[in-house]
């Protein structure tokens, strides 16, 4: 089809060529004829115009030599030749037939001559115009083919644009699609490398688990192998002749049984430990409620003795209050200085008396804290032993039921420095109410008060209780915390009274705490204020006291009231 489409433009080119040709041919025909117009017959009729002169020149020429003849026109020699030989008469008739003959002969070669110009010209005007259609043709083919050559080169660029176009956009989308697909499986290859590596590091966080869990499971094993060896030595020192041998039967037994089923020996050997310590506790128990029925009834005979003497020595001060007084009077008039260093003495010997009453009941306060222990750690072995077979399978649970049980077994043998140390690995906020009573009590006597009362403010009344049974309430100081409490028997202890008072509605009261206020009140010269105090906490002894107290003796008769 685009060979027939170039047949087509060439023809085209060739049939405007050939118009344009004919064209030229057709102007230059008529340029010609305006130019040469009918030469021929001009001459003509020239010659025949000229005619009649050159008869009447006839006779003038006859003479003349044939070579200054005219050489205008061969007719004329001719006709000159013939006059010459003829006669005139006949000559003229002859000359103008001849005449006709030459002028007939001449207009037809003229006409014949104009003729075959005129045919000339009209072919050479037809070739001309046949050449320069033909090269208008061939132009205007040239032309067209050259348009459509360039219409067919911009068809050709557009569709090569186009090809390359649509073969750049398929490149483009191959190469996005390759990138994609290089991408999704660079995406799909990271996922599986990531999903492989995440597999293998969950087999071998898994491996390790296990390991941990084997590793940590045998550490169980051989801590609670040896903890029970320990144990079972333990009880062996402390059992009977019949029962050591009844263990070490047990033990051997045991041990056989661990070697069958290691993890039922397990169990079952720390079920015979639970329930060997809870028997050894509540034995204990028993020996210590013995001994502690044996110190009350003791410290009520004690009490008893302290009220006699109470009786007696308010009998001798209402005897010996005025003379008391007079001299009171004129030493404080005398010596203001000596007479407050006496008091200050007397409440210093007062309060020894005071811890000296107190140190009476020092073991028995020490063995009611040591049985308050124990019941609390059998409490606590009972409910560690619920909580551990519950959650048997969580390993961080274990581990903290493993620390919180070695650290009751060993504060149940008072080894509370070795308890303390396994409790510190125990999330105190996860314990229940009776195993954190047993870790605030083991703190307070392995020596880290400060510990327990951190963990837990409220103890502080616990541990002011266990030092003013020791006879150590100095120790108090060491502690920092903003406890009021705290800060209240700190306070009592330095003589910083107006502190005293200040925390006297922030401290829970007792009969030596009432003591301490009203002696601070009395300290400041303010007997209205502590009259006031002791008719609000309802302390009838300590009002009495006060009413029966002068003003300069009243610290010394007040210093007695806390010992009851």
């Given amino acids: 089809m685009q060979n027939n489409r170039k047949r087509n433009v060439i023809k085209e080119r060739i049939r405007q060529e050939k118009e344009r040709r004919e064209r030229l041919l057709a102007e230059e025909e008529e340029q010609y004829e305006d130019d040469n117009k009918d030469p021929i017959s001009e001459q003509i009729q020239q010659e ?210 661990e070697e069958e089923a290691r993890k039922r020996a397990e169990a079952e050997a720390r079920r015979k430990a639970e329930e060997e310590a809870r028997k050894r506790a509540e034995a204990q128990r028993k020996e210590e409620e013995k001994k502690l029925e044996e110190v009350r009834k003791r410290r009520l005979e004690e009490e008893k003795k302290i009220k006699d003497a109470q009786k007696r020595q308010k009998i001798v001060v209402a005897k010996s209050e005025p003379e008391s007084d007079e001299i009171n009077l004129n030493n404080e008039r005398n010596q203001p200085n000596e007479t407050k260093f006496e008091q200050e003495e007397k409440v210093a010997i ?26 609390v750690a059998g409490f606590a072995f009972s409910n560690m032993k619920n909580s551990q077979a519950a959650s048997a399978n969580n390993v961080n649970s274990l581990e903290v039921n493993a620390n919180l049980i070695n650290g009751l077994r060993l504060s149940a043998v008072q080894k509370y420095q070795d308890a303390a140390l396994e ?8 314990l229940g109410k009776e195993d954190k009573k047993a870790v605030l009590f083991t703190y307070l006597l392995s020596g880290k008060a400060q510990k327990a009362i951190d963990l837990e403010q409220d103890f502080a009344e616990s541990v002011v209780s266990y030092y003013i049974a020791v006879d150590n309430l100095k120790k108090v100081k060491e502690l920092k915390t903003k406890n009021p409490l705290i800060n209240f028997e700190i306070a009592a202890l330095d003589n910083k009274h107006e502190e005293v008072i200040k925390l006297r509605d922030q401290v829970p009261l007792d009969g030596r705490r009432e003591g301490i206020i009203v002696n601070s009140y009395l300290k400041l010269n303010k007997s209205e204020e502590a009259k006031k105090f002791a008719q609000k906490v309802g302390n009838k002894d300590l009002l009495e006291k006060i009413n029966n107290s002068t003003p300069n003796s009243s610290a010394t008769s007040v210093a007695t009231i806390s010992a009851g």
């Fill in 350 to 375: 007062d309060k020894k008396g005071i811890l000296n009453n107190m140190k009476k009941y020092k073991y028995a306060i020490i063995g009611v804290a040591s049985i308050v222990l124990l019941v």
């Fill in 48 to 257: 025949h115009l000229e005619q009649p002169r050159n008869q009447r020149e006839e006779s003038v020429n006859v003479n003349l030599p044939k070579n200054e003849s005219s050489n205008s026109n061969p007719a004329l020699d001719w006709i000159t030749t013939i006059q010459n030989q003829a006669g005139t008469s006949e000559n003229d008739l002859k000359i103008k037939e001849a005449e006709e003959a030459i002028e007939r002969e001449e207009v037809e070669v003229s006409r014949k001559a104009e003729e075959e110009a005129r045919k000339q010209a009209e072919a050479e005007a037809r070739r001309k115009a046949e050449e320069e259609a033909k090269e208008r043709a061939e132009a205007e083919a040239r032309r067209k083919a050259e348009e459509e050559a360039r219409k067919q080169a911009e068809v050709e660029a557009r569709r090569r644009a186009e090809e390359e176009a649509r073969k750049q956009a398929e490149a483009e989308a191959r190469r996005k699609a390759e990138e994609e697909a290089r991408e999704q499986a660079e995406v799909e290859a990271r996922r599986r490398a990531e999903e492989k590596a995440r597999e293998r590091e969950e087999v071998e966080a898994r491996r390790k688990a296990e390991e941990e869990a084997k590793e940590r499971a045998e550490a169980e094993a051989r801590r609670k192998a040896e903890e029970e060896a320990r144990e079972q030595a333990e009880v062996e020192a402390r059992r009977k002749v019949e029962e050591e041998a009844r263990e070490r039967e047990e033990v051997e037994a045991s041990r056989k049984a």
């Fill in 423 to 430: 409790f510190d690995k125990v999330d105190y906020k996860k």
